[in-house]
């Protein structure tokens, strides 16, 4: 139990569905993140906030929209996604202590497994 | 480009100390060495970093080299439960620099 939960746990849809994927830390933290993380292939980070403000998007695709509207909830809204999309995605949260040097480390949830049809 | 190499799998023996190396040549001054493991299916979990200075807790112990091209991470004791993928990161030390993952090693812990 890492303090960052995700739900739902599992998530199947079609392709014209909109669905969104939760997330919320009880760690205080005030980063937060997505990840997706394909088979057999490395986590590949997609989303930064940092205060509630999106600081990193990695060339994303729109069908991808990330909300934060507080520094403990971090939402995945999902709308016509494709096959390929199908992966786990994962949140995770930091505590970014705002200096220069900072050795935050990231607390990781479950993951959402997420199949689309 | 995960600026570390570390082989693609592993096994141990339960109850041994299991030791994962990791090499990264090309590490900067100021960049930390990090240990995170992914059990299958959950989410990474984070172990232990380091900068220069070898560092224990309780999950693990990290032994880094002298001129920090390579570490190597250390379970003392290992059991069926430390079966998982092991992920060595360098990371900048910059605020909010993020964490970039290699494919890791798949360490197998035999009873």
């Known amino acids: 139990e890492t303090g960052v939960t995700q739900t739902p746990r599992h998530l199947v849809m079609g392709m014209t569905n909109k669905k969104s994927l939760k997330c919320e830390q009880h760690l205080g933290h005030n980063a937060m993140y997505w990840y997706k993380q394909s088979a057999k292939k490395p986590l590949e980070l997609m989303f930064v906030?940092?205060?509630?403000?999106?600081?990193e998007n990695n060339s994303v695709p729109s069908r991808f929209s990330p909300e934060c509207p507080n520094s403990s909830h971090l939402f995945l809204h999902l709308h016509t996604l494709q096959p390929e999309d199908s992966a786990l995605y994962l949140c995770a949260s930091s505590q970014d202590s705002g200096r220069e040097i900072s050795t935050d480390t990231q607390y990781f949830g479950p993951g959402t497994r997420l199949t689309v049809l | 480009d995960a600026k570390t190499t570390q082989p693609t799998s592993m096994d141990c023996a339960e109850g041994r100390a299991a030791n994962l190396p990791c090499n990264h040549s090309?590490?900067?001054?100021?960049?930390?060495v990090y240990w995170y493991r992914q059990i299958h299916s959950q989410g990474p979990q984070y172990i232990i970093h380091?900068?220069?200075n070898n560092e224990t807790n309780e999950m693990a112990s990290l032994i880094i080299t002298e001129d920090r091209k390579s570490s190597t991470l250390i379970l003392p004791h290992a059991t069926l439960r430390d079966t998982a993928v092991y992920y060595c990161?360098?990371?900048?030390?910059?605020?909010?620099?993020?964490?970039?993952f290699g494919t890791g090693t798949r360490l197998t812990i035999i009873p």
């Open positions: 380091g900068l220069k």
């Open positions: 990161i360098v990371r900048s030390p910059l605020g909010n620099e993020k964490l970039t």
């Open positions: 906030y940092n205060f509630k403000e999106q600081t």
């Open positions: 090309t590490i900067s001054g100021n960049e930390y």
